[in-house]
């Protein structure tokens, strides 16, 4: 158990690594394992089968697989709803489906539509009426990223166009020492620090030039170990009140409106 109060993990999945046939079986799994590593809350998305441009069809069944495994375990999981801005339409009835009329939490989005295009901004509008975070997948690959996958940059234009809008900059863009200077002044956007190799010095980086309230803990499971992603924070050369921020409390202020909203307890 680690020697926090609060533990939540802002990034994790239902893939096949997990044991069970089911979501919710294999969400019990993923409990099983984190909890373990004294995790107490889960943020899942993307469906048990990924799809990197699903159409309509296919982003309801993703987002049908994580509420089975948020109605299985309510006090554990906690969803965000998983959109494709080429089809916005059906994005935005996905969103009202799964947070205004479900028990999601978020939005996410990943490698489909970079998040610098205008087809974005109705999606955004619609996640800050309804007061939830947009999760968006980032990267810098030195191959070269995929045509409609974002980085950081991209994440910064957004805020510009909504400054008001709660964004995470998700892995850090995969290249922190880039990402972490092009998302600085857009106070607006957190990085999640999960899903890459546990470098030392990214946690750091973060705390320093975005302040350790910008800063979420995210592991990436089970593509990535819990273990290897703590130790990005409780490894890290920064102070104990902001390991606690970065390993929960961040997320969980992040969180707090819209699970007021729904009744969620903390």
């Known amino acids: 158990m680690l020697p926090y109060q609060v533990t939540w993990d802002l990034h994790t999945h239902l893939t096949r690594q997990l044991r069970g046939k089911t979501p919710a079986e294999k969400a019990a799994h993923l409990i099983e394992v984190g909890s373990r590593h004294g995790i107490e809350r889960f943020c899942c998305y993307m469906g048990v089968e990924w799809?990197?441009?699903p159409d309509p069809e296919n982003l309801r069944k993703q987002n049908d697989d994580i509420l089975e495994a948020v109605e299985a375990h309510p006090d554990r999981m906690m969803g965000f709803v998983y959109l494709n801005p080429k089809h916005q339409a059906e994005s935005l009835d996905e969103l009202k489906r799964c947070v205004r009329d479900g028990p999601m939490v978020g939005v996410k989005l990943w490698v489909s539509?970079?998040?610098?295009?205008?087809?974005?901004?109705?999606?955004?509008?619609?996640a800050m009426e309804f007061g939830v975070p947009i999760f968006q997948h980032t990267w810098i690959k030195t191959t070269g990223n995929l045509p409609g996958e974002s980085t950081p940059d991209d994440v910064a234009r957004l805020a510009i166009r909504h400054p008001e809008a709660k964004l995470i900059c998700g892995h850090t863009g995969g290249n922190w020492e880039a990402a972490i200077p092009a998302i600085r002044d857009f106070s607006n956007i957190s990085v999640g620090i999960g899903g890459f190799d546990p470098t030392a010095g990214v946690t750091e980086m973060a705390?320093?030039?975005?302040g350790a309230e910008r800063v979420l803990f995210g592991s990436d499971a089970p593509g990535r170990a819990f273990a290897s992603q703590l130790a990005k924070v409780t490894g890290a050369d920064i102070s104990a009140s902001q390991k606690a921020l970065i390993l929960g409390e961040n997320l969980k202020r992040l969180l707090e409106p819209v699970m007021l909203g729904k009744g969620l307890t903390q």
Do not use: A, F, G, K
């Open 51 to 53: 799809n990197t441009n």
């Open 207 to 210: 705390v320093r030039e975005l």
């Open 113 to 126: 539509h970079r998040c610098s295009e205008p087809e974005l901004d109705p999606i955004v509008e619609l």
